[in-house]
């Protein structure tokens, strides 16, 4: 079997009739310094942000390890989120381009585990973009239920 060999199919992935009837979950690994801040704008400003996210604070989203994400997954996830700072912000120099590669790896290997990788989104988010924060979780949240 060749690594280029998708064990899934990402246009018909098969769910059971309980998982297309319940609400989504989707976690969001959120860096405290610039997307927690850029979430709790949001919530101040009263932007709508969806029901079904889950929040996970941490320090740096280097800091979320890949089988951070996967246990995510393990434990019913239905998509998961990791939101940094932009390139250059990160308080800890690199957390954020290591969690960007970090993430370009497990895009590539969620098929491999029969997960779809549409179900994992990496971006971005300053403390300044709460209304980018609430259109990407909305957008996230009903792209995850189409799946
Ligand atoms: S401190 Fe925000 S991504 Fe590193």
Redesign the pocket.
């Known amino acids: 079997m060749s690594c280029q060999t998708s064990p899934i199919d990402l246009k018909q992935p098969a769910i059971s009739d309980e998982r297309a009837t319940r609400p989504v979950k989707v976690v969001a690994f959120l860096?405290?310094?610039?997307?927690y801040a850029g979430a709790d704008k949001a919530g101040a400003g009263q932007l709508p942000v969806p029901s079904e996210l889950s929040v996970i604070r941490v320090?740096?989203?280097?800091r979320v390890e890949p089988a951070l994400i996967l246990e995510a997954f393990q434990k019913g996830a239905d998509g998961v989120m990791v939101l940094?700072?932009h390139p250059g912000?990160?308080?800890?120099k690199e957390?954020?381009l290591r969690?960007f590669c970090r993430g370009e790896l497990l895009e590539r290997m969620l098929p491999q585990l029969g997960i779809n990788p549409l179900r994992f989104s990496f971006a971005y988010v300053s403390a300044a973009e709460a209304e980018k924060f609430s259109q990407m979780t909305r957008d996230f949240v009903a792209k995850v239920s189409q799946i």
């Open positions: 860096c405290t310094w610039c997307s320090m740096c989203s280097g940094a700072c912000d990160c308080h800890y957390g954020n969690a």
